[in-house]
């Protein structure tokens, strides 16, 4: 790691890869020799249709998408999605299934509510968002449009440690804004997989969509053009000026995957990585208490908290005064929250484990 960089956990707007943010800095004043950045070039000129072009393989490549799945890259961010998934496939009169395993998913339900009926089929909240269910344990109603849940809840790190199936019955659609890319999927088994970009994708402002051909179908004929999947697929995700820039640094960032070995290859380390903070949670006598049940302890977002909120503000602090920054937990669960995504490196995690064992020392 470069001398002036920091190890940040942050949960998002989060740490990329530092060759790809030095091979964005070495392009900036001049792409591929033009004298003039990605960012002050048309979206319709041949060099940025190369650039997206390029951006969209790069992530059929890495998850392995089918054929029949359009890739698209939106704005408005995962909140948009929240709202234009019902939009679109909640027609009036009809209901939808929400499997709710945290604060992003109850969001997802609010925006859905105000198009139609929702029924939260599985909600966790009553016991802390701890948890997610089995598999078996879920019962779809057949009517239903679709199911949608939160693959990863990065708030309370509680992360689905297997894709979601309602078999024939009902199409899945899947937020995986914080653990996409991080192992690999089984993209066949989703109707539609979204996620802001700004975790493991690429800078804020982007939202990745992969969309099955026969949902685009169902779309209605009177949305605005901006809430309309149909209309961001039939024009290659530029029926207006895209993120021109968000969308240059996802490619680096797929570049930078591919040559890392891809999703399976991050699913090793990011495992490797995760087990090492989970053991000091589980060796340290009850001074570190994880916030998620076992089985549901996420890869991504390591949460826990101390014996008291004043010290999980206090470990903060020390920390990021050792170069261990952005671990203060979300504002509202408090205590401390370790995103390792992708792109964090084992040593920075090794780091926080000395520094932990050390803080629960001194205050234990
Ligand atoms: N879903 C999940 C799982 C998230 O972690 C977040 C935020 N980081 C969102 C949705 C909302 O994303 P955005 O801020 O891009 O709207």
Not at 84 to 112: C, H, Q, R
Not at 292 to 297: G, S
Not at 356 to 361: A, P, Q
Request: aromatic share 8%; glycine share 8%; with cysteine.
């Amino acid at each position: 790691m470069s001398l002036e960089r920091i190890y940040n956990f942050s949960a998002g707007p989060a740490i990329l890869p530092t060759e790809m943010l030095e091979q964005a800095q070495s392009e900036l004043l001049s792409l591929n020799g033009m004298g003039m950045s990605v960012m002050e070039i048309s979206h319709r000129s041949n060099q940025f249709e190369t650039i997206i072009e390029s951006a969209r393989r790069g992530i059929r490549e890495l998850l392995n998408v089918p054929e029949n799945y359009e890739i698209l890259f939106l704005q408005g961010g995962a909140s948009l999605q929240f709202s234009m998934i019902p939009m679109n496939f909640l027609p009036s009169g009809k209901s939808v299934d929400y499997v709710v395993t945290g604060a992003w998913g109850k969001k997802a339900v609010k925006e859905a509510e105000r198009c139609g009926r929702v029924n939260t089929i599985f909600s966790s909240e009553e016991t802390g968002f701890k948890c997610v269910p089995l598999q078996d344990e879920l019962r779809f109603n057949e009517k239903a449009e679709y199911v949608h849940y939160t693959s990863n809840e990065t708030i309370e790190g509680v992360e689905f440690k297997y894709d979601l199936d309602a078999g024939s019955l009902l199409p899945v659609v899947c937020d995986a804004s914080s653990n996409i890319l991080s192992k690999p999927i089984d993209v066949s088994r989703y109707a539609l997989i979204y996620a802001g970009a700004q975790k493991n994708i690429g800078p804020s402002g982007v939202t990745l969509v992969i969309i099955r051909d026969d949902l685009i179908e169902k779309v209605p004929g009177n949305l605005p053009a901006m809430l309309d999947y149909r209309n961001f697929a039939a024009n290659a995700s530029m029926p207006n000026t895209p993120n021109t820039w968000g969308i240059y640094i996802i490619d680096l960032v797929c570049k930078w995957l591919k040559n890392k070995g891809g999703a399976a290859e991050m699913q090793k380390l990011n495992e490797a990585k995760a087990k090492i903070l989970y053991d000091a949670l589980d060796a340290s006598d009850g001074f570190y208490q994880g916030h998620a049940e076992r089985a549901a302890r996420s890869t991504m977002n390591v949460t826990f908290r101390l014996p008291s909120e004043d010290l999980a503000a206090e470990f903060a602090k020390e920390a990021a005064a050792n170069g261990l920054d952005g671990l203060k937990g979300h504002r509202s669960v408090g205590g401390i929250r370790a995103s390792i995504y992708n792109a964090f490196p084992k040593e920075g995690v090794e780091k926080l484990v000395e520094f932990m064992n050390d803080f629960s020392h001194r205050n234990g």
